[in-house]
């Protein structure tokens, strides 16, 4: 991909977010701080969609936009052809086992109980 | 014989003070950064613990709210305050925003882009973490 | 046996004024051929107010040390050659007065992110090949360069819009102040991203997608965080951290 | 034992004239292989200096004509310059300025976008094209860069040229060493350009980059090329103290004063014409006389001088058309021009001889071009007019490379005469680098520089300068030839002690030609002979390498079209 095109995305990525974790820490402060922590109005969060959806999206975003500058600073750390492709691909696996881990959570506790 | 290229390595990265508020700024964004990705990773982990049911969860929960949990928190809320509103003073000097306009220089120089408005953003992205923390820190352990 | 009694006071060219200090001088030496690390050697030289850290460099070579590898030429800060590290910073050895360093010790080590030759002396060979890779010169239809058209217009204010980037002196001190150029040794580093600015900014030019294209890369302009360290230590008030993030403002869109 | 090299062409030098005939060349054919070598890196050229101007005709509708800017030149060098030579420069500089300008040239602009330009000293039409007060250092940045547009140019940067082999007809080669490693290299090529620059630091006190030494200068002499002209030495008025860096006569053309003690413009009395923007020879004298007159300041550092004062420019026009000199004033000297006056006094700054060319920079063996301040075409005659070195070196740039590019292309190659490479090599390293002695060079160096200083400046008599050959003779008899520094890498101890080694035949050359020419002309003025004696004189000086001393030669002065008169101003 032309680093261009990764570089937007990473900017992208940090914008959506700005916004999107602004709502998810909103949330925690909707109710009492350690009440919204409370199993029961977690849960309850998880089964309000637009909510999941939201936080699918952060995942998501913050996947991506973390990963990628994990990998902005391991390739200015060195360099070298192999390396250099171990860290692209070590981040986007990074990335996918991250969403996944986390869409499994939003995914059972929203649908699964 | 390979001659040594001498660069400066992560010993570069560090002592940002050397250069300016400037390299402070992008030591801190690289810390937070990594800070932050290190947090969203257990904060995945921490959170698929709902999953596992009620006392799963609540194990999870006294797990973290001890007081270096909250330590940990309120350097995560200073990190996160930082790093997003330092981020969006990045974004836009880097899109050349505010950076300053090409203009004869005058002996002794002033490089433009490192003028104050970019400083006090600066400043601005600090003095938001540490009241951000200072809040953390009533709130968690307000109670 | 003719011998010439070493007086220091000599070097300086006209200066008969009594009032002297003196600092102790510390050159890094360092011969990659055959040296395994580098050593500091100390000296003490007389300075006056007008002192530059290369006149007492040269006087030591002069008279107490020939072996001393340094480059310079012009001593007016128009070369670039005297770039080198002074009491921990990226500065040029002619245009540092020690007045101005307001210490009685100066250390001077080769400069950072370049490979040694000897000493104080680096290699700029990658560092040129840079810059020409990122093609610095007015791209136009080659039948409109030849002298035998007047000149293309250009308003003062246009001047103005590239100016300032084309005092680059070459001297190096941005890249090896540049954090990114620490640990990334293929960024193309400040020095030729602004000359790559300098030429799109310059309305006589229509090079502008090539060079775009040769910066958008791993290694490209992405690498610079704009930590500022480049513009903090030029000394021609180039100001590379500006040209970067402008000609980067043309890759994200901001600026057409 | 030596590695050996080969190329088209060689271009030593790459100041403003090597870089041009580089260009030129890799124009002229992309066939041919050229090689630019320098002492410096690239670009760390003298010529990076050069502030003021360049002078062109650029506007005959306002005025300016080619004419007027011959007569100019002409009557500025004392009726020693050639005048179809002078002619050839003026016709082909507007193209030239044009030309730098399509490469990039940032010159400053009139409010209708054409070029600026500025009065100088010596002309009668602001005509000096100006970019600041950086002419020099944007002219060798826009020719680097545009180098960067050939592949077939190569750069060699920080090789020091020691010789120039030939076989008595025809250019066969160089010698160089490879700073970075100390290899001792043998160059072998078709033609060869040389644009080694002036050699200003045979004097101490001197507006000339550290690095303007005269090997170029001696290794054509040695290699049997004349020397033209080497008496005529240029003394700019207005070199700052203490450390001789150069305030471009530009200050002046802007509207700069220069004044004595009495805060008096003195020029009025020498040149009530142009006052402070008369030719640098007769400034410089004026100047001299005012102060051993008693009407002179003493700068800090206990040396006479006089001041240079820009106050009443105001600070925008300081800052916009003059931004170097008042960095330089402020950083060296300490002073802000726009509220204090600067301390100045007359600089070795130019030399208007050096080797012997013809019109179309050609030297007397086949294959070999000179040009730049290297080469003597006698443009400048016996003064030069300021801005008008960077349009010679320009000019004659473009001419040689085109020139040499074009024999390369259909010349044979003649058999190497190796064993001038083993005299060479004998001659550097064991004549200087083994060689014994245990006078500090670096003193012995700057006990020269200080003799030329006092002995061969502004003005000048019999005495002072037997003297001064004296004491040239006699140090370098001393035991000063040797080289501490035994490393190969890198090893400038030993290129300074070359550099030094050239400085004695130049200066010799300078100062035989000064004592043979009896009479005053242009820069050239002796008190015991204040007049110009055409009958004479009105003749160059060829200077050829002889083991004892230079061997003196006469050479005519071509004169078209203007007999020469009195110089008045
Ligand atoms: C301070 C100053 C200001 C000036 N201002 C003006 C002005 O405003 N207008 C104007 O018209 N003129 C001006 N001049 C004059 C003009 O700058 C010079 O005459 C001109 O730059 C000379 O250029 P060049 O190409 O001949 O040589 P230089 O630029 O001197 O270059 C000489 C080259 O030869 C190389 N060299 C020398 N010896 C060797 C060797 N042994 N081996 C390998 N390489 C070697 C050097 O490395 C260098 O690259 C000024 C001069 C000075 C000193
Ligand atoms: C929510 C608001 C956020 C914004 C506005 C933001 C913005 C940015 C920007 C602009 C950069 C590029 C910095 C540069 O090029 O120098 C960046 C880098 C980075 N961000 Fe974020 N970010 C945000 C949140 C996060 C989070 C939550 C994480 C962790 C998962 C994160 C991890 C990183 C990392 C690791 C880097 C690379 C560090 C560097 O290159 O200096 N960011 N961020
Ligand atoms: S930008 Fe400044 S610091 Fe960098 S090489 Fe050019 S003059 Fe030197
Ligand atoms: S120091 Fe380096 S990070 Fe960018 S602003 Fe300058 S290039
Ligand atoms: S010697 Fe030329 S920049 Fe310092």
């Given at each position: 991909?032309?680093?261009?095109?990764?570089?937007?995305?990473?900017?992208?990525?940090?914008?959506?977010?700005v916004?999107?974790?602004?709502?998810?820490?909103?949330?925690?402060?909707?109710?009492?701080?350690?009440?919204?922590?409370?199993?029961?109005?977690?849960?309850a969060?998880?089964?309000?969609?637009?909510?999941?959806?939201?936080?699918?999206?952060i995942?998501?975003?913050?996947?991506?936009?973390?990963?990628?500058?994990?990998?902005?600073?391991?390739?200015?750390?060195?360099?070298?052809?192999?390396?250099?492709?171990?860290?692209?691909?070590?981040?986007?696996?990074?990335?996918?086992?991250?969403?996944?881990?986390?869409?499994?959570?939003?995914l059972?506790?929203?649908?699964?109980? | 014989?390979?001659?040594?290229?001498?660069?400066?390595?992560?010993?570069?990265?560090?002592?940002?003070?050397?250069?300016?508020?400037?390299?402070?700024?992008?030591?801190?964004?690289?810390?937070?950064g990594?800070?932050?990705?290190?947090?969203?990773?257990?904060?995945?982990?921490?959170?698929?613990?709902?999953?596992?049911?009620?006392?799963?969860?609540?194990?999870?929960?006294?797990?973290?709210?001890?007081?270096?949990?909250?330590?940990?928190?309120?350097?995560?809320?200073?990190?996160?305050?930082?790093?997003?509103?330092?981020?969006?003073?990045?974004?836009?000097?880097?899109?050349?925003?505010?950076?300053?306009?090409?203009?004869?220089?005058?002996?002794?120089?002033?490089?433009?882009?490192?003028?104050?408005?970019h400083?006090?953003?600066?400043?601005?992205?600090?003095g938001?973490?540490?009241?951000?923390?200072m809040?953390?820190?009533?709130?968690?352990?307000?109670? | 046996?003719?011998?010439?009694?070493?007086?220091?006071?000599?070097?300086?060219?006209?200066?008969?004024?009594?009032?002297?200090?003196?600092?102790t001088?510390?050159?890094?030496?360092?011969?990659?051929?055959?040296?395994?690390?580098?050593?500091?050697?100390?000296?003490?030289?007389p300075?006056?107010?007008?002192?530059?850290?290369?006149?007492?460099?040269?006087?030591?070579?002069?008279?107490?040390?020939?072996?001393?590898?340094?480059?310079?030429?012009?001593?007016?800060?128009?070369?670039?050659?005297?770039?080198?590290?002074?009491?921990?910073?990226?500065?040029?050895?002619?245009?540092?007065?020690?007045?101005?360093?307001?210490?009685n010790?100066?250390?001077?080590?080769?400069?950072?992110?370049?490979?040694?030759?000897?000493?104080?002396?680096?290699?700029?060979?990658?560092?040129f090949?840079?810059?020409?890779?990122?093609?610095?010169?007015?791209?136009?239809?080659?039948?409109?360069?030849?002298?035998?058209?007047?000149?293309?217009?250009?308003?003062?204010k246009?001047?103005?819009?590239?100016?300032?980037?084309?005092?680059?002196?070459?001297?190096?001190?941005?890249?090896?102040?540049?954090?990114?150029?620490?640990?990334?040794?293929?960024?193309i580093?400040?020095?030729?991203?602004?000359?790559?600015?300098?030429?799109?900014?310059?309305?006589?030019?229509?090079?502008?997608?090539?060079?775009?294209?040769?910066?958008?890369?791993?290694?490209?302009?992405?690498?610079?965080?704009?930590?500022?360290?480049?513009?903090?230590?030029?000394?021609?008030?180039?100001?590379?951290?500006?040209?970067?993030?402008?000609l980067?403002?043309?890759?994200?869109?901001?600026?057409? | 034992?030596?590695?050996?090299?080969?190329?088209?062409?060689?271009?030593?030098?790459?100041g403003?004239?090597?870089?041009?005939a580089?260009?030129?060349?890799?124009?002229?054919?992309?066939?041919?292989?050229?090689?630019?070598?320098?002492?410096?890196?690239?670009?760390?050229?003298?010529?990076?200096?050069?502030?003021?101007g360049t002078?062109?005709?650029?506007f005959?509708?306002?005025?300016d004509?080619?004419?007027?800017?011959?007569?100019?030149?002409?009557?500025?060098?004392d009726?020693?310059?050639?005048?179809?030579?002078?002619?050839?420069?003026?016709?082909?500089?507007?193209?030239?300025?044009?030309?730098?300008?399509?490469?990039?040239?940032p010159?400053?602009?009139?409010?209708?976008?054409?070029?600026?330009?500025r009065?100088?000293?010596?002309?009668?039409?602001?005509?000096?094209?100006?970019?600041?007060?950086?002419?020099?250092?944007?002219?060798?940045?826009?020719?680097?860069?545009?180098?960067?547009?050939?592949?077939?140019?190569?750069?060699f940067?920080?090789?020091?040229?020691?010789?120039?082999?030939?076989?008595?007809?025809?250019?066969?080669?160089?010698?160089?060493i490879?700073?970075?490693?100390?290899?001792?290299?043998?160059?072998?090529?078709?033609?060869?350009?040389?644009?080694?620059?002036?050699?200003?630091?045979?004097?101490?006190?001197?507006?000339?980059?550290?690095?303007?030494?005269?090997?170029?200068?001696?290794?054509?002499?040695?290699?049997g090329?004349a020397?033209?002209?080497?008496?005529?030495?240029?003394?700019?008025?207005?070199?700052?103290?203490?450390?001789?860096?150069?305030?471009?006569?530009?200050?002046?053309?802007?509207?700069?004063?220069?004044?004595?003690k009495?805060?008096?413009?003195?020029?009025?009395?020498?040149?009530?014409?142009?006052?402070?923007?008369?030719?640098?020879?007769?400034?410089?004298?004026s100047?001299?006389?005012?102060?051993?007159?008693?009407?002179?300041?003493?700068?800090?550092?206990?040396?006479?001088?006089?001041?240079l004062?820009?106050?009443?420019?105001?600070d925008?026009?300081?800052?916009?058309?003059?931004?170097?000199?008042?960095?330089?004033?402020?950083?060296?000297?300490?002073?802000?021009?726009?509220?204090e006056?600067?301390?100045?006094?007359?600089v070795?700054?130019?030399?208007?001889?050096?080797?012997?060319?013809?019109?179309?920079?050609?030297?007397?063996?086949?294959?070999?071009?000179?040009?730049?301040?290297?080469?003597?075409?006698?443009?400048?005659?016996?003064?030069?007019?300021?801005?008008?070195?960077?349009?010679?070196?320009?000019?004659?740039?473009?001419?040689?490379g085109?020139?040499?590019?074009?024999?390369?292309?259909?010349a044979?190659?003649?058999?190497?005469?190796?064993?001038?490479?083993?005299?060479?090599?004998?001659?550097?390293?064991?004549?200087?680098?083994?060689?014994?002695?245990?006078?500090?060079?670096?003193?012995?160096?700057?006990?020269?520089t200080?003799?030329?200083?006092?002995?061969?400046?502004?003005?000048?008599?019999?005495?002072?300068?037997?003297?001064?050959?004296?004491?040239?003779?006699?140090?370098?008899?001393?035991?000063?030839?040797?080289?501490?520094?035994?490393?190969?890498?890198?090893?400038?101890?030993?290129?300074?002690v070359?550099?030094?080694?050239?400085?004695?035949?130049?200066?010799?050359?300078?100062?035989?030609?000064?004592?043979?020419?009896?009479?005053?002309?242009?820069?050239?003025?002796?008190?015991?002979?204040?007049?110009?004696?055409?009958k004479?004189?009105?003749h160059?000086?060829?200077?050829?390498?002889?083991?004892?001393?230079?061997?003196?030669?006469?050479h005519?002065?071509?004169?078209?079209?203007?007999?020469?008169?009195?110089?008045?101003?």
């Amino acid at each position: 991909m032309q680093e261009s095109v990764i570089m937007k995305i990473h900017y992208g990525t940090a914008l959506g977010a700005v916004v999107l974790v602004a709502i998810h820490i909103l949330f925690r402060m909707t109710q009492n701080f350690s009440e919204s922590l409370q199993y029961e109005s977690v849960i309850a969060n998880y089964h309000f969609l637009p909510y999941a959806i939201m936080l699918e999206l952060i995942l998501i975003l913050l996947s991506v936009h973390g990963f990628n500058g994990l990998r902005v600073i391991l390739i200015e750390l060195k360099q070298g052809v192999g390396y250099e492709k171990a860290v692209n691909y070590g981040c986007i696996a990074g990335i996918a086992v991250l969403v996944a881990y986390g869409s499994r959570t939003i995914l059972m506790a929203g649908f699964g109980m | 014989m390979e001659r040594q290229s001498n660069r400066e390595g992560i010993k570069g990265w560090l002592n940002p003070g050397r250069y300016g508020l400037e390299r402070v700024a992008y030591w801190l964004m690289r810390l937070t950064g990594l800070g932050l990705l290190v947090y969203f990773i257990a904060h995945v982990f921490e959170t698929s613990s709902i999953v596992n049911g009620k006392e799963a969860w609540q194990k999870m929960l006294e797990l973290t709210q001890t007081t270096e949990g909250h330590i940990i928190l309120t350097i995560v809320i200073g990190m996160c305050v930082f790093h997003t509103a330092n981020g969006i003073r990045v974004m836009l000097g880097q899109g050349g925003v505010g950076v300053g306009k090409p203009g004869r220089p005058d002996y002794p120089y002033k490089p433009a882009s490192l003028n104050s408005r970019h400083k006090l953003c600066i400043l601005a992205s600090i003095g938001l973490a540490a009241l951000a923390m200072m809040y953390g820190l009533a709130v968690l352990f307000g109670e | 046996m003719a011998t010439i009694t070493p007086k220091l006071s000599d070097e300086f060219p006209l200066t008969i004024a009594s009032s002297t200090n003196s600092v102790t001088l510390r050159i890094s030496k360092f011969n990659p051929k055959t040296d395994s690390t580098a050593t500091f050697v100390e000296f003490k030289v007389p300075v006056q107010k007008w002192t530059t850290v290369l006149d007492i460099i040269l006087a030591v070579k002069q008279h107490l040390d020939p072996s001393v590898a340094v480059r310079y030429s012009c001593r007016q800060a128009s070369c670039g050659s005297c770039g080198m590290k002074i009491n921990g910073k990226p500065a040029l050895a002619c245009y540092t007065k020690i007045s101005e360093l307001n210490s009685n010790v100066v250390t001077v080590e080769p400069m950072n992110n370049f490979p040694i030759l000897r000493d104080l002396a680096v290699d700029f060979t990658q560092f040129f090949s840079t810059h020409k890779k990122l093609k610095p010169y007015i791209i136009r239809d080659d039948s409109e360069v030849t002298g035998d058209t007047k000149e293309f217009l250009q308003t003062p204010k246009e001047v103005e819009e590239y100016l300032q980037f084309s005092y680059c002196i070459k001297c190096g001190l941005c890249n090896s102040a540049c954090p990114t150029m620490a640990t990334d040794t293929s960024f193309i580093g400040p020095q030729a991203l602004a000359q790559a600015y300098r030429y799109i900014a310059d309305n006589r030019d229509n090079g502008k997608k090539d060079r775009l294209k040769i910066i958008d890369d791993s290694h490209g302009i992405w690498r610079c965080h704009f930590a500022g360290s480049c513009s903090q230590v030029c000394p021609k008030g180039v100001d590379p951290a500006m040209g970067i993030q402008l000609l980067r403002g043309y890759l994200l869109g901001f600026r057409k | 034992m030596t590695d050996t090299i080969e190329h088209d062409l060689l271009i030593v030098g790459s100041g403003l004239a090597g870089l041009r005939a580089a260009i030129q060349a890799a124009k002229t054919s992309s066939k041919i292989k050229i090689a630019v070598i320098s002492k410096l890196q690239v670009m760390r050229s003298h010529s990076v200096s050069a502030e003021g101007g360049t002078a062109a005709v650029l506007f005959p509708e306002e005025g300016d004509s080619l004419e007027s800017h011959v007569y100019d030149t002409v009557k500025g060098s004392d009726f020693l310059a050639d005048q179809d030579v002078v002619e050839r420069l003026v016709r082909e500089m507007p193209s030239e300025i044009y030309q730098l300008e399509h490469w990039g040239m940032p010159w400053s602009r009139r409010d209708d976008g054409r070029i600026g330009q500025r009065k100088f000293g010596g002309y009668s039409f602001p005509r000096a094209a100006y970019a600041q007060d950086k002419v020099g250092f944007y002219e060798m940045q826009t020719l680097y860069d545009t180098c960067q547009k050939f592949d077939n140019i190569e750069f060699f940067n920080e090789w020091f040229v020691t010789s120039i082999i030939h076989d008595g007809q025809r250019f066969c080669g160089i010698t160089a060493i490879e700073l970075s490693s100390g290899t001792f290299y043998t160059i072998k090529a078709k033609a060869l350009i040389i644009a080694t620059g002036g050699a200003g630091r045979v004097y101490s006190y001197s507006t000339y980059a550290l690095s303007s030494t005269p090997d170029g200068l001696d290794m054509a002499y040695r290699a049997g090329l004349a020397l033209k002209d080497m008496e005529f030495v240029q003394f700019h008025p207005t070199g700052i103290l203490p450390s001789g860096i150069l305030i471009t006569e530009g200050a002046r053309g802007e509207g700069g004063y220069l004044i004595n003690k009495d805060g008096e413009r003195f020029m009025k009395k020498y040149a009530p014409g142009l006052m402070e923007l008369a030719p640098r020879d007769i400034v410089s004298r004026s100047m001299m006389t005012e102060m051993s007159d008693g009407r002179g300041f003493k700068n800090e550092t206990g040396v006479d001088c006089l001041k240079l004062d820009l106050r009443h420019l105001g600070d925008n026009v300081i800052k916009e058309k003059l931004a170097a000199i008042r960095e330089i004033s402020m950083k060296f000297s300490g002073v802000d021009p726009s509220n204090e006056p600067i301390d100045i006094r007359p600089v070795c700054h130019y030399m208007m001889g050096g080797v012997h060319t013809d019109i179309d920079g050609a030297t007397e063996i086949q294959g070999i071009w000179a040009a730049g301040e290297a080469a003597c075409n006698s443009t400048h005659g016996a003064n030069r007019l300021g801005a008008n070195s960077t349009s010679e070196c320009i000019v004659w740039g473009k001419i040689t490379g085109e020139l040499a590019a074009r024999y390369v292309l259909d010349a044979k190659t003649s058999p190497f005469p190796l064993h001038l490479v083993a005299v060479e090599e004998k001659r550097i390293y064991d004549g200087i680098f083994r060689g014994h002695g245990d006078v500090n060079p670096y003193e012995v160096k700057q006990q020269v520089t200080d003799m030329m200083n006092e002995k061969a400046y502004v003005f000048r008599n019999e005495k002072d300068l037997v003297d001064g050959l004296k004491k040239l003779r006699d140090l370098k008899e001393k035991a000063w030839k040797h080289v501490d520094d035994k490393a190969s890498e890198y090893n400038t101890n030993f290129t300074n002690v070359m550099e030094l080694d050239s400085i004695f035949r130049i200066a010799e050359v300078i100062l035989v030609g000064a004592i043979k020419r009896k009479e005053s002309r242009g820069a050239h003025a002796r008190t015991d002979y204040p007049a110009r004696d055409d009958k004479n004189f009105l003749h160059h000086t060829l200077a050829y390498y002889d083991l004892k001393e230079p061997i003196l030669k006469e050479h005519p002065v071509t004169i078209t079209k203007y007999k020469p008169v009195e110089r008045k101003y």
